[in-house]
C-alpha cells in the first residue's frame, strides 16, 4: 500500500469532528471529545499520518528515528512529592508561580511559526520533496503554535494549564513576580556563537531552535508526570479529575510535536548540507552537534542554576508556614538527587563525524 | 501678579475662542437640520490645534506638558490634535544663573563655592520645569545639578487653577464633552510626581537596585548630601544620544544590539517589576562606549497597580498569537471598561485587532502604529474607561518603538522578554 506523503497546510492543520468541545474554566479550548468521551487532540485529522508516512520513509531508506534518551532527563523541582508537601501545609505560592510558569512558557512556543526558514530545497543536496522537512512551514510550524497558544476563540496549551491551575488549586492569586522570574537575569555573556558557520545563520537558528524545542518536548515528559501527580491528588486538588485530565489532554497534544521535530530533524541527519563556501557538510554532524550543545546545556549546570534560583523564593514562603523549621526539614529531606550522565549521545567523537 | 493675570486672560480668552470656532457653526447648521460630519470637522481640528500649540509655545510650564498629555491620547482627542501636539517639545530657553545661584543657594543652605568647585553658569539642558548645570563638587567628582526653576510651583498653581475653571465652564456648556478633567488631575498629579527632586531620587535607586547586577544598565548615583526637593545633585555620565546611530557605529556598537537591550530594560520594567521610567524621550536615553544604557531623569517614573504586567503581557501575547478570547480577558484584566459592562465591545475590538496583526502588521512589535489602531477603534465603538497607566505604558512604547526605527530595529516586547532567563532557553528562544 502506498502512503501520500504530501499535504497542503489546510489539510495538515484540518481537525477531526468532536461530538463535544473541551472547555476548560469557561474557556473554550481546542480539541473536544469523541461519541465515546475520549479526547480528540487538535489538528491531527491529516498531521498524525502525515507524520505517520514521512517516518515509514525514513525507515525504508534505514534512516534511524532520533531518540532523546530519557535519562538525561533533569527531575523536577520541587518534585511532585515535595510540591504536594508545600500545597498540603498552605505554602501555595511556588507551585501556583510554577504552574503560571509552565502556562507562559508553553504559549511561547507559539514563537515558532515566526522562526526564518531559509529555502530548503536548495540547501539540501538530495530532494526534499514529500519529507517532513518540506512542510515545516506548510502547516507544521503554524499547528505547533496554535497548539500552543490557542488560536481565535479557542484556547491551546497555555489557556489548558491555567484552566488545571485554577481547577484544582480554586482560582489561587498568581504571584506578581511571575514574569520577573520568566525573564530571570542577564549575565555578562554575549550572543551564543553559531556552531556551524559554514551553514549560515539563517539555517542553524532555524535548526537549532528545533533542536531546542525538540529537547524541551522530550522533557516536557516530566513536566506532564509532575503536574498530574500533583493536580489529580484528592488530597490536595479541589477538583482532581478535571485538572488531571487537563494535563493529559496537554501531553496528548504534544506527541504530534516530538513526532514531527524528530522526524524532520532525522532527515536532515540524513542528508548533505550544501555550505555557504560551496562544499557540503553531513546532515548528521550538524544535527548531532546541535542537539548535543542543547542536551549539555539543559543537563549540565542549568538544573542546579535553576534549583539555587528557587531556594531562596522557596524559604520565603516556607517561612510564613506555621512550623517553617519543621516544613523547611521535611522539604529539604525529600530532595532528590540527581547526577546528569556524562554523555549525551551525540557527542561529535562518539558519532565519528 | 502682573504675569498671573495675563496668563489667565490669555487662556480664557483661548478658551472662549476655541469654544465659538466648534459651536457656533454647529448652531448654523443645527437650524438648518445638517449634522456636522467627522470629516467636515477635519479643517476646524487643525486649525483649533495649532492655536493651542501657540498658545502652549507662548506660555510654556504646564501649558506644554497639557499639550504633551493631550498627544498621547488618542482615544479621547481626533487625530488633527495628535499630529498637532506631538510638536510640543518642553525645551525652552534657560533662566539667567543669578536665579539659578539663589535656588541652590537657598536649598543647600550654603554659598554655591562651598559645595561645588566648578558650576558652569551655562545650562547643558533646559526643560519646562527645571534646567542642568554641568558642576564639580569639591572632592573633585563631575556632577549634573537639576535646579528647579524659582516660580514654577506657582506658575503651575496658577495654570492649573484657570484650566479647571475653563474645563468646569466647557463641561457646564457642552452636552457630550470630552473628558477633559480627569486629562487634567492626572497631568497635576504627574506635575507634583515631577516637582519633588527627593521621589525622584528614590526612584532613581529604585531602578538602579533593579538592574543593580545587570552590567548593560547605567544609572547615575544620587549624591544625597547635595540634593533637596528642588535641587538634585547626580553623578555626570556621558555617553550618545540614543538615537545617534552614526555615533554608535564609529563607537563600533551595533545599534540594532543597543536598541534589543533598551526594549529588555523596559520590558524588565514594565512587565516583570511593574516600577518604570515612564519618559523614554531620546534627550533621556544614552549608550556609553562599551554599550551600557544610560538612563536619565526619573521624574516621572510610576509604580503600575498589582497584576498590570502580566495583563499587559496577555494583551501583547494574545495580539501576536491571534488568540481573540485572551485578548478579551486581557483588556478585563487591564481595567479597561465598556459603557455596556458586557465584553462585546472588546470582542469586536479584538477581532480587529488581530484582523490586523493577521496581514503581518504588528508582529508583536508595540507600535504607534498598533496603540493608534486600538485607541481608533476605541473611538469608534466607545469604552468609557481606558486605564491611565495603560496610556502611559503605551506612550512608552510608542517612544520606543520610534527608536528602535531610527535604530534600524523593531520594538518587540515578547522577544524582548527572551533577552535572558528562562524564556530563553525554552521553546521560545530565536
Not at chain 2, 252 to 273: C, D, K, S
Not at chain 2, 378 to 389: F, G, K, L, N, Y
Request: proline share 7%.
Amino acid at each position: 500500500m502506498t502512503q501520500t506523503s504530501t499535504f497542503t497546510p489546510e489539510e495538515l492543520l484540518s481537525s477531526g469532528p468532536v461530538a463535544e468541545p473541551l472547555i476548560a474554566n469557561g474557556v473554550r479550548c481546542h480539541g473536544g471529545f469523541d461519541a465515546d468521551g475520549l479526547y480528540r487532540s487538535p489538528r491531527t485529522l491529516c498531521r498524525l499520518p502525515a507524520i505517520q508516512a514521512w517516518q515509514a520513509q525514513l525507515s525504508d531508506q534505514g534512516s534511524p528515528l532520533i531518540e532523546i534518551p530519557r535519562n538525561l532527563m533533569p527531575p523536577q523541582y520541587p518534585s511532585a512529592v515535595q510540591a504536594k508537601l508545600l500545597l498540603e501545609n498552605g505554602v501555595r505560592e511556588p507551585v501556583v508561580r510554577a504552574l503560571t510558569i509552565i502556562s507562559i512558557v508553553e504559549g511561547f512556543g507559539a514563537m515558532i511559526r515566526d522562526v526564518e526558514v531559509p529555502e530548503l530545497r536548495k540547501i539540501f543536496v538530495e530532494p526534499i520533496d514529500g519529507t517532513g522537512l518540506d512542510h515545516l512551514t506548510g502547516g507544521l510550524f503554524e499547528a505547533h503554535a496554535r497548539d500552543e497558544s490557542g488560536y481565535r476563540d479557542e484556547g491551546g496549551h497555555k489557556q489548558m494549564w491555567e484552566a488545571a491551575r485554577d481547577a484544582a488549586l480554586e482560582n489561587p492569586k498568581v504571584p506578581g513576580d511571575v514574569l520577573m522570574r520568566l525573564m530571570g537575569r542577564r549575565g555578562r555573556g554575549g550572543p551564543q556563537q553559531p556552531a556551524f558557520p559554514e551553514i549560515g545563520p539563517e539555517l542553524e537558528r532555524m535548526l537549532g531552535l528545533m533542536a531546542n524545542v525538540l529537547v524541551v518536548e522530550v522533557f516536557a515528559e516530566g513536566t506532564f508526570q509532575w503536574g498530574i501527580d500533583v493536580l489529580s491528588d484528592p488530597e490536595i486538588s479541589a477538583a482532581p479529575e478535571v485538572a488531571g485530565s487537563m494535563v493529559r489532554n496537554i501531553q496528548a497534544d504534544e506527541k504530534p510535536h516530538v513526532d514531527y521535530l524528530r522526524t524532520a530533524l532525522s532527515e536532515v541527519s540524513a542528508r548533505t548540507i550544501r555550505t555557504v563556501d560551496d562544499k557540503t557538510i553531513s546532515g548528521k554532524t550538524v544535527v548531532d552537534g546541535l542537539l548535543h550543545r542543547v542536551l549539555s546545556q539543559m543537563t549540565r549546570n542549568r538544573p542546579g542554576d535553576q534549583r539555587e534560583d528557587l531556594r531562596e523564593g522557596l524559604a520565603r514562603a516556607i517561612s510564613v508556614a506555621t512550623n517553617p523549621g519543621a516544613l523547611q526539614e521535611e522539604f529539604d529531606a525529600l530532595e532528590l538527587t540527581w547526577t546528569p550522565p556524562e554523555t549525551t549521545g551525540f557527542e561529535p567523537a562518539a558519532n565519528g563525524a | 501678579m502682573v504675569t498671573r493675570v495675563r496668563r489667565s486672560l490669555k487662556v480664557g480668552w483661548n478658551a472662549a475662542w476655541l469654544w465659538g470656532m466648534y459651536k457656533i457653526p454647529s448652531w448654523g447648521r443645527r437650524l438648518r437640520g445638517i449634522e456636522i460630519s467627522n470629516e467636515e470637522l477635519s479643517p476646524t481640528h487643525q486649525r483649533a490645534a495649532a492655536r493651542v500649540l501657540d498658545l502652549a509655545l507662548d506660555l510654556r510650564g504646564v501649558m506644554i506638558k497639557l499639550c504633551q498629555s493631550v498627544a498621547t491620547r488618542s482615544d479621547i482627542f481626533p487625530k488633527e490634535f495628535i499630529e498637532k501636539l506631538k510638536q510640543c517639545h518642553d525645551a525652552v530657553p534657560p533662566k539667567p544663573f543669578e536665579q539659578v545661584r539663589r535656588m541652590v543657594e537657598s536649598e543647600l543652605g550654603k554659598p554655591i563655592e562651598a559645595v561645588f568647585s566648578e558650576f558652569e553658569p551655562t545650562p547643558i539642558a533646559s526643560a519646562s520645569l527645571a534646567q542642568v548645570h554641568r558642576a564639580r563638587l569639591i572632592d573633585g567628582r563631575e556632577v549634573a545639578v537639576k535646579v528647579q526653576y524659582p516660580d514654577i510651583e506657582g506658575i503651575i498653581r496658577t495654570d492649573l487653577g484657570n484650566m479647571r475653571r475653563v474645563c468646569r465652564v466647557y463641561e457646564f456648556f457642552d452636552p457630550q464633552p470630552l473628558p477633559l478633567l480627569p486629562l487634567l488631575v492626572e497631568l497635576t498629579r504627574h506635575l507634583r510626581m515631577e516637582l519633588d527632586f527627593v521621589r525622584e531620587a528614590d526612584c532613581a535607586d529604585r531602578v538602579r537596585e533593579l538592574f543593580a547586577d545587570d552590567p548593560h544598565v547605567k544609572i547615575p548615583e544620587i549624591y544625597r548630601e547635595w540634593s533637596t526637593t528642588r535641587v538634585l545633585t547626580m553623578e555626570l555620565v556621558s555617553g550618545i544620544k540614543i538615537t545617534e546611530k552614526a555615533s554608535m557605529k564609529e563607537a563600533g556598537l551595533a545599534p540594532a544590539e543597543v536598541f534589543q537591550n533598551l526594549m529588555y530594560i523596559y520590558v524588565r520594567m514594565i512587565l516583570a517589576a511593574g516600577f518604570f521610567h515612564a519618559d523614554p524621550h531620546p534627550g533621556n536615553l544614552f549608550v556609553t562606549p562599551t554599550g551600557e544604557i544610560v538612563v536619565l531623569d526619573f521624574g516621572l517614573s510610576k509604580e503600575l497597580p498589582e497584576g498590570f504586567g502580566l495583563g499587559l503581557f496577555e494583551l501583547m501575547f494574545s495580539l501576536a498569537t491571534f488568540n481573540e478570547s485572551a485578548m478579551v480577558r486581557a483588556f478585563t484584566e487591564l481595567g479597561f471598561r465598556s459603557k455596556t459592562g458586557d465584553t462585546s465591545t472588546f470582542v469586536a475590538i479584538a477581532r480587529r485587532m488581530v484582523r490586523r496583526s493577521d496581514s503581518g502588521a504588528f508582529e508583536g512589535e508595540f507600535t504607534e502604529d498598533m496603540t493608534e489602531e486600538l485607541f481608533e477603534a476605541i473611538r469608534e465603538d466607545p469604552v468609557a474607561e481606558v486605564p491611565s497607566d495603560f496610556v502611559l505604558v503605551a506612550r512608552v512604547f510608542s517612544l520606543l518603538s520610534g527608536i528602535g526605527h531610527t535604530l534600524g530595529s523593531r520594538a518587540n516586547v515578547l522577544q524582548a522578554m527572551s533577552g535572558g532567563g528562562p524564556v530563553a532557553s525554552s521553546n521560545a528562544s530565536r
